[in-house]
């Protein structure tokens, strides 16, 4: 995982300027459109939520940069504005959990949506991510598809390196499971 | 895959392992990363996107607030040097003088003679420790024969002065 931080440090330096904000602003876009988007579509799993998420994300980032006190990394913050959107939109999908879609759901909506092109497997793989409870999905996107280390990860969830690779560990053990049966 | 995960991976499920440098099968239309800026600034403009003032950015501690760091220890370190010194000339020395022997004093004033004047040196306190001599302030009034110092020290300072040193005095 690349450190951001010099690059974060010269991009708030042009967002604290009148005079340089929207440059700093579209650096910002061009430097974490892609993580953020990956980061969304593995939660809300369709492109077009996924697109939609991703633009609410950095329209916030827009009005709310001022309010950036620089005490966690720029991602960190990014990551929990683009977690928010994407938790909202799957939040207003689910039937039974909050934040969570059944497994049948995501598979019906991966099905739907022209961009998925995987084979059984990965519908499986993918709707099983989509049935972990909230914590453990992000746990195991980070670690899988991000791979974050833990410590990084314990910083930017706030959670102890124990608890998190119990919780990667529980939910690995959960997707096999539901690969296997499925 | 980093090879620490993927050993996690091949001990927890050799199947996620197995799959996980394979894609996951999520795709984005073409070209869809390169338009996504023109994208978002269309939504903003339509949505009469505004933002906050700026004066609230925060930028990273390491650039922004070291320099006051360091700026304010400088002045606390200038404040407190100030302190010490003016509290060394008014109070520390008056005090502290009155345990030194006539040859600490002697030879204190031998290399500082050219800040006093002559009559500040010509005074000595008589009393039951002969070896020691208060120092007053300038301003001081003091008895007339009480604080005369006594002629042997007075040749004893001058015998080992140099005549540049009396000449200065003089």
């Known amino acids: ?182 | 895959m980093n090879k620490k995960i993927n050993q996690e991976l091949e001990e927890l499920s050799p199947l996620l392992r197995q799959l996980s440098g394979q894609g996951d099968g999520l795709e984005v239309p073409y070209g869809y990363f390169e338009n996504f800026d023109d994208k978002l600034r269309q939504r903003m403009t339509e949505r009469g996107v505004r933002r906050h003032a700026l004066q609230q950015i925060h930028v990273p501690v390491k650039r922004r607030v070291w320099p006051g760091v360091l700026a304010a220890a400088a002045s606390l370190a200038l404040v407190l040097g100030a302190v010490r010194y003016f509290k060394t000339d008014s109070d520390t020395t008056q005090f502290a003088a009155n345990d030194l022997t006539s040859e600490e004093i002697t030879a204190f004033l031998m290399e500082n003679a050219a800040d006093f004047e002559p009559e500040q040196l010509a005074t000595l306190e008589d009393g039951p420790n002969e070896n020691k001599i208060p120092v007053t302030s300038p301003n001081e009034t003091t008895s007339p024969g009480k604080d005369e110092i006594p002629a042997e020290a007075v040749e004893e300072i001058i015998d080992e002065m140099t005549d540049e040193e009396l000449a200065e005095l003089l």
Request: proline share 2%; hydrophobic share 40%.
């Open chain 1, 1 to 182: 995982m690349p450190e951001k931080t010099d690059t974060d440090e010269q991009l708030l330096e042009l967002l604290a300027s009148e005079f340089t904000f929207e440059r700093g602003f579209g650096l910002l876009v061009a430097a974490y459109k892609q993580r953020l988007y990956w980061h969304i579509r593995r939660i809300v799993l369709t492109h077009e939520d996924a697109d939609d998420a991703l633009q609410n994300t950095f329209v916030k980032v827009y009005k709310g940069i001022a309010h950036f006190e620089g005490k966690s990394r720029l991602y960190t913050w990014l990551y929990r504005i683009a977690t928010n959107e994407a938790l909202n939109l799957v939040q207003q999908r689910s039937k039974h959990h909050a934040g969570s879609l059944e497994e049948n759901d995501a598979i019906a909506v991966l099905k739907a949506d022209p961009w998925f092109e995987g084979d059984e497997t990965r519908l499986m793989l993918l709707s099983a991510i989509a049935g972990l409870p909230e914590k453990q999905r992000l746990v195991f996107n980070l670690r899988y598809y991000d791979e974050m280390p833990y410590e990084e990860m314990s910083v930017m969830l706030g959670t102890s390196v124990g608890a998190l690779k119990a919780s990667f560990h529980h939910a690995v053990r959960k997707i096999e499971q539901s690969i296997r049966v499925g």
